[in-house]
């Protein structure tokens, strides 16, 4: 799943491990970027229990969030994951123990009042591990989900599909350095005009009734959204987000994106490329029927897909979110391979779970499909434009 897959204004700086691309004034300052996340972002508090995920490299990282929120009187914890744990998990652990719940997991989630979590992880690191073991393992986590939605946890997720690690720029086809520049360009946008598009946009698709999406690749998609929940990711938790609750509470960074999880969709969508598990799959075509993918078919690189979609639990098939770029900082090089959901006119299509977006399909498995140079409209109404998103 998203959560954007799994797990505000100018106070939306991420801490990126390569602190030499941060912007100037904040360069090599990771104790100002963890205070602006922990005060102005988090709105960690006296009291709090704060949980802090990462990888052991992004160690001084995970020590600066940490001060930051003792500094506020609140209580951190340091949690340790790495590319090589994901994998001995799968492959020195006996299977048998693929269904048991995740007792710490839960624990955790009915005590933590918020989180941060750094997507600095290889996407290929669970390549060649069974698909009925992830679908297995990612199955017993649903509950740990739902009950930080239910608890609105405040969950900072750094990365949103650009976080520049050397793995993401070898697939993206970038130097590591520019990766680190798209990325910082992202989360430095003027949030105050991220918020004031998106509220605009929000306002359309609320009174809308149908979506039609097009692209010249094929896709001819039509999704009833009449009174479906629309949500903005301005980079901005402020208190009617907080007191909204659930996924409102979880924000995505860099920022930008307006989202509706449709009521039904009928049509299909080609996805020219899309990345899984580090490979990339060409051709992606989704044949969509009543809310549900009917047929899952690609040219190149299919078949890890296929076994992961067939294995995955009820729900993977339904149709689930159709997501509009708003971010006008993000722009990725012609020649390059980026993908994300952020710059300004992309237009994102994702199955299977969509509770991230408001929706109330939990099941474990999530796809996303990036089409830029759709086309978008909202009864009739021009959204987005062969990539452009209209005023």
Request: one cysteine or more; glycine letters at 10%.
């Amino acid at each position: 799943m998203r959560a954007k897959h799994l797990f505000l204004t100018a106070c939306a700086l991420a801490l990126a491990f390569l602190a030499s691309f941060a912007p100037a004034d904040d360069a090599g300052n990771l104790d100002a970027l963890a205070a602006k996340l922990v005060n102005r972002c988090a709105g960690v508090r006296e009291g709090e229990l704060v949980g802090i995920t990462g990888d052991p490299k992004d160690a001084e990282i995970l020590e600066e969030l940490a001060v930051q929120v003792r500094k506020q009187g609140a209580h951190p914890l340091i949690m340790l994951t790495s590319d090589r744990l994901s994998r001995r998990l799968y492959d020195d652990v006996p299977a048998q123990f693929d269904l048991q719940a995740p007792a710490w997991d839960m624990k955790l989630a009915g005590l933590l009042d918020a989180q941060f979590i750094l997507e600095s992880g290889d996407e290929a690191a669970l390549a060649g591990v069974a698909a009925e073991r992830i679908a297995a393992r990612e199955k017993t986590f649903q509950p740990v989900f739902k009950r930080m939605r239910e608890r609105n946890v405040r969950i900072i997720f750094l990365g949103n599909g650009l976080y520049p690690t050397p793995s993401r720029a070898k697939q993206f086809g970038l130097p590591e350095a520019e990766l680190a520049k798209l990325y910082w360009e992202g989360v430095n946008a003027d949030y105050v005009q991220l918020q004031a598009t998106g509220a605009k946009l929000k306002k359309v698709l609320s009174e809308g009734k149908q979506i039609h999406l097009t692209h010249p690749n094929g896709t001819d998609l039509k999704a009833s959204v009449e009174k479906r929940p629309v949500m903005v990711s301005d980079g901005v938790i402020d208190e009617a987000k907080r007191k909204q609750g659930g996924a409102a509470c979880w924000a995505y960074l860099p920022a930008g994106e307006v989202y509706v999880s449709p009521r039904t969709a009928e049509g299909r969508v080609v996805v020219d490329r899309v990345f899984f598990e580090g490979k990339e799959i060409n051709d992606l075509v989704m044949e969509v029927k009543g809310g549900k993918v009917i047929s899952l078919t690609a040219k190149t690189n299919g078949d890890r897909l296929q076994a992961a979609f067939k294995a995955a639990a009820a729900g993977k098939d339904r149709f689930g979110v159709i997501d509009v770029g708003i971010n006008p900082t993000i722009h990725p090089p012609a020649n390059s391979k980026v993908l994300a959901a952020t710059p300004a006119g992309m237009v994102s299509v994702y199955i299977g779970n969509d509770t991230w977006a408001g929706g109330d399909n939990n099941t474990p498995f999530s796809l996303a499909g990036y089409l830029p140079g759709a086309t978008l409209t909202v009864d009739g109404k021009v959204i987005v434009e062969k990539g452009e998103l209209k005023p």
